[in-house]
């Protein structure tokens, strides 16, 4: 692939992820807002810890007051502001890569970014989900209180992930090392 369609495809790459992290957000809040989106009679819409508490309680999620539904809000992004923290990352990332700055030791930094803000991202999520699952229920009369946790297989998958790039992020931080100085040398 010529050097300028990596250019390009990399300031793609950037403009998506910026827009994958502000449509995540954006989501994660509109479906607390407007919990009939991600009902079966809706869109059917949700994105990790929002849907694992919204699924089974959208009818009673409308009735939420203002300040539950904004609490409900902020312990649900918790874990995605990490998660948006590492496709930030991934982002200038790619913007380096669009310079042509291909084989630097911020570019491995900036990886290594990228896998330690996953594995904060599931670590987060499985620590924020009884604290949600209390704040939602914390309504309902004694009995259908509900404090839930959840260790799913997509966890384990994003932290095998995690880890691996993590890995990668190293190696290619010690060959850049190794590339500098074999510079220097001749």
Known sequence: MPSSRLAQLSQRMAAVTLLLIVVMLALNAALWFFPVIAGKDG??????????QLTDIVDKAALFPWWQT??????????????????????QLFRSYARGEYFSSESAKRLGKVGRAVAIWVLL???CEPL???WV???????????????TAPSF???????CISIIARILWQASEVDSENRTFV
């Open 43 to 52: 869109w059917g819409l949700g994105f990790a810890l929002t849907d694992r």
């Open 132 to 134: 949600l699952s209390v």
């Open 70 to 91: 904004t609490g409900a809000v902020v312990l649900s992004s918790i874990p995605l502001l990490a998660l948006a923290f590492g496709l930030g990352n991934l982002r």
């Open 125 to 127: 999520d499985f620590l």
């Open 157 to 163: 998958v994003a932290l095998f992930l995690a880890a």
């Open 137 to 151: 229920t914390m309504n309902e009369p004694v009995g259908q209180r509900l404090l839930t946790l959840s260790v």
